[in-house]
């Protein structure tokens, strides 16, 4: 295969999310709007190219308090941030179909670089449209203090409200450009 130009698939794509509640437990999440422009070889994603886009405004943790604090300007502060972004500039063959991809994450005003890990699920030919389609699995952690998202309340027992640490989880899905 050569380089070619995938498409997201929305409706077979997520984006998901997790971290410490209370120091007791975790709350999960998704973003439901997001965007990629991708250019790679299946056989060699060590020559891909990938921007992804995430509309923050998009979070869903399933309470909608909740995500109404989460956009407001003690976190994400979506009216002057309103997108989450990552753009590759690297990718290197961990072994298997294991990939680490490391590119400038910008979110709330603050762009570093950040590495997550990349599973190549495979190729299978789409029975419904006869589209090719690439699956990949994505895995990784970003500190939200290292982006200014800060806002915390200490707990009595110690510890705090809201974890630093986020876990990111993707599940993607892109069809080949004819």
């Known amino acids: 295969m050569t380089v070619s130009k995938w498409t997201l698939d929305n409706a ?29 070889d299946p056989n060699d994603l060590t020559t891909a190219s990938l921007t992804f886009t995430i509309d923050v405004a998009s979070i869903d943790t399933r309470n909608a308090d909740r995500d109404a604090h989460l956009r407001s300007g003690d976190f994400f502060d979506v009216e002057q941030f309103p997108n989450l972004t990552f753009t ?30 990349v599973t190549f699920e495979g190729v299978a030919k789409d029975p419904m449209s006869g589209a090719e389609k690439a699956g990949f699995s994505v895995d990784g952690t970003i500190k939200r203090s290292e982006y200014g998202l800060t806002w915390n309340a200490a707990l009595e027992t110690g510890g705090v409200l809201v974890g630093d640490d986020v876990k990111v989880s993707l599940e993607i899905q892109a069809a080949k450009e004819a």
């Open 12 to 40: 077979h794509s997520n984006v998901d999310f997790s971290l410490r509640h209370m120091m007791v437990s975790k709350v999960k999440g998704s973003f439901n709007d997001f965007t990629a422009e991708i250019e790679a």
């Open 88 to 117: 590759s500039t690297n990718i290197e063959k961990q072994g298997g179909d294991k990939y680490a991809v490391t590119g400038d994450v910008s979110l709330h005003g603050v762009t570093k670089p950040e590495t997550f890990i």
